[in-house]
């Protein structure tokens, strides 16, 4: 058994549209203000693009763990 975990940090562009952002294994015990802080150098540095525009601010962030459980492998 393997549990993962994935930040999923939830954005606005221009054209009111929600881009999902994903960081794999993020550090333990982040907090949301970590989390937050970096959400807003992310919008402030505009460092990525999206088809509806720059990103314009934050919907949400969550930690998602995922366990799998593998049955068989050849």
């Excluded at 993962?4 to 221009?14: I, P």
């Amino acid at each position: 058994m393997a549990t993962t975990q994935v930040l999923r940090m939830v954005f606005l562009n221009e054209a009111n549209k929600q881009i999902n952002l994903s960081v794999n294994n993020p550090k333990d015990a982040i907090t949301a203000a970590e989390v937050q802080a970096v959400m807003d150098s992310i919008i402030a540095k505009n460092i990525f693009a999206s088809t509806g525009g720059d990103l314009v601010s934050k919907v949400s962030a969550r930690i998602i763990d995922t366990t799998t459980n593998e049955l068989f492998s050849v």
